[in-house]
């Protein structure tokens, strides 16, 4: 089970956003949307990859920064509780 959280932010800090949420490890795919609720980026995170990955997606966010005033960044979550994994077995 996935939970999802948005964060509003200015374009200046998205990078150091992006880059926090990324190494929290539990996050999975970050989408990150305009002041008119326009998909600017979405890109999965996979804790192994990120090591490739890295280097174009913080290229592109510096980028979308220099455009954006304000931008929303929508963060979904792999669910850690014990609950959700029993939940799981059972599906």
Known sequence: MATKESF???????????????????????????????EIMSFPVNYGLVGLLVA?????????AALLTECTITVERKDDTPEAKEEAKFD
């Open 8 to 38: 509003s932010i200015n374009g200046e800090s998205i990078v150091k956003k992006v880059k926090e949420l990324i190494n929290e490890g539990n996050v999975t795919k970050i989408t990150i949307t305009d002041s008119h609720n326009k």
């Open 56 to 64: 174009p997606v913080f290229a592109a966010l510096g980028a979308a």
